[in-house]
């Protein structure tokens, strides 16, 4: 064999090394964005729940608070500004992490939890505080999360319990609207 024949033939094998090269690094760098996609993921959905928890965790760590989003929730127009505007807080908070849980809900492990959080928030807007604050309030959000919102409010027959008619500590009584005001 001559010289040119074997410079022929150690190119071919290394086009062929260097094809298989090129093959094993597209599959490495696949496996690579499947994981961290994978991660990231699970990242987001832990962050979510996290989200959910810690909105929930502010009700628990200030009694006068808690009174002030219980009144909103059963007469919003009873409230002061300042008790408006923080109520207010709450449920743009509320609603702004459901939103943005929507966003992320291909995940199956998520569609629970944010038909649970979906509830949630259905269940805030049926009490009268809640429909009035989202009277004033619905323009500020994302068009599909209102939109899916609605859909809820609209089908009677599948809509959870307003939180004050399911759950008695969010009803007001005398003594209470008399100690908040």
Same mark, same amino acid.
């Given at each position: 064999?001559?010289?040119?024949?074997?410079?022929?033939?150690?190119? %071919?094998?290394?086009?062929?090394?260097?094809?298989?090269?090129?093959?094993?690094?597209?599959?490495?760098?696949?496996?690579?964005?499947?994981?961290?996609?994978?991660?990231?993921? &699970?990242?987001?959905?832990?962050?979510?729940?996290?989200?959910?928890?810690?909105?929930?965790?502010?009700?628990?760590?200030?009694?006068?608070?808690?009174?002030?989003?219980?009144?909103?929730?059963?007469?919003?127009?009873?409230?002061?500004?300042?008790?408006?505007?923080?109520?207010?807080?709450?449920?743009?908070?509320?609603?702004?992490?459901?939103?943005?849980?929507?966003?992320?809900?291909?995940?199956?492990?998520?569609? +629970?939890? &944010?038909?649970?959080? +979906?509830? %949630?928030?259905?269940?805030?807007?049926?009490?009268?505080?809640?429909?009035?604050?989202?009277?004033?309030?619905?323009?500020?959000?994302?068009?599909?999360?209102?939109?899916?919102?609605?859909?809820?409010?609209?089908?009677? +027959?599948?809509?959870?319990?307003?939180?004050?008619?399911?759950?008695?500590?969010?009803?007001?009584?005398?003594?209470?609207?008399?100690?908040?005001?």
């Amino acid at each position: 064999m001559d010289i040119q024949a074997t410079a022929q033939l150690l190119g %071919n094998f290394g086009e062929f090394f260097g094809a298989i090269a090129v093959l094993v690094t597209l599959l490495y760098l696949g496996m690579q964005i499947r994981q961290n996609r994978e991660a990231i993921e &699970i990242d987001s959905t832990r962050t979510i729940i996290q989200d959910f928890q810690s909105i929930w965790a502010t009700l628990g760590a200030d009694e006068k608070f808690t009174l002030i989003i219980r009144r909103a929730v059963n007469d919003w127009d009873n409230l002061s500004r300042n008790e408006q505007m923080r109520a207010h807080v709450f449920f743009v908070n509320l609603f702004t992490h459901y939103t943005s849980a929507i966003k992320l809900e291909a995940s199956a492990e998520l569609h +629970e939890f &944010i038909v649970a959080w +979906e509830d %949630n928030v259905v269940g805030l807007l049926r009490t009268p505080g809640g429909a009035k604050w989202y009277q004033t309030s619905q323009y500020l959000y994302d068009s599909e999360a209102v939109a899916r919102i609605n859909n809820r409010l609209s089908d009677v +027959e599948a809509l959870p319990p307003a939180w004050n008619e399911l759950m008695g500590w969010w009803q007001i009584d005398e003594a209470e609207a008399q100690l908040s005001a």
